[in-house]
């Protein structure tokens, strides 16, 4: 069974055991803390603003997926890494965002494209607080999210979907939200 994780920037990343990014591939997203073995970025202003901040991140990850609609706004776009992310005409068909307002989402896709049959969610706290894993993490428009949260769900629905109509699982280790109604969660 092909194991990943997907680190989101929530404060619950901080309980994930340090072991696990050595044991298994690693989706890393905006302005993760760590260096992924997959890196994803779909947010424009990341992209086209602050796109220094996240360059070493993209450079050395195996492959950086980021926003085709972006290309070329920067010169995280010249890397030989890069493969940009669109909207989804396959499995996912019944998103209405290629983002589905959450980054997360698009390395959901990214996992189940790559073959992983078990993705494990560390640091994605769907809360409309947004604490994220450190101090100083960049806000960004709180209120906007609180906002677009259901139409996050209703992606991250149509991830469990795909990932079950396919015998695959999403594993939430995350703080208890939304989510749990959504993503099984297993204990240890």
Avoid at 145 to 161: K, P, S, T, V
Wanted: proline share 4%; net charge negative; charged share 20%.
């Amino acid at each position: 069974m092909e194991k990943c994780i997907i680190g989101g920037n929530g404060e619950s990343f901080n309980d994930m055991p340090v072991h696990l990014l050595e044991d298994m591939p690693a989706f890393g997203v905006n302005y993760c803390g760590f260096q992924p073995t997959y890196y994803v970025c779909v947010d424009h202003e990341v992209l086209t603003i602050h796109h220094r901040k996240i360059y070493s991140l993209a450079k050395n990850a195996e492959v950086a997926y980021l926003a085709k609609k972006n290309a070329g706004s920067s010169d995280l776009y010249e890397l030989p890494n890069v493969e940009l992310v669109t909207h989804d005409r396959d499995a996912f068909f019944g998103e209405h965002y290629f983002s589905g307002l959450t980054v997360v989402y698009v390395a959901l896709k990214l996992a189940y494209y790559a073959g992983f049959d078990e993705v494990h969610l560390w640091g994605v706290d769907h809360s409309p607080e947004w604490s994220h894993y450190c101090e100083g993490y960049p806000v960004g428009d709180v209120a906007g999210r609180a906002r677009r949260m259901e139409e996050m769900e209703y992606h991250y629905q149509l991830a469990a979907n795909v990932y079950n109509q396919d015998g695959r699982a999403i594993i939430n280790h995350s703080h208890p939200s939304k989510l749990d109604a959504i993503f099984q969660r297993r204990k240890g």
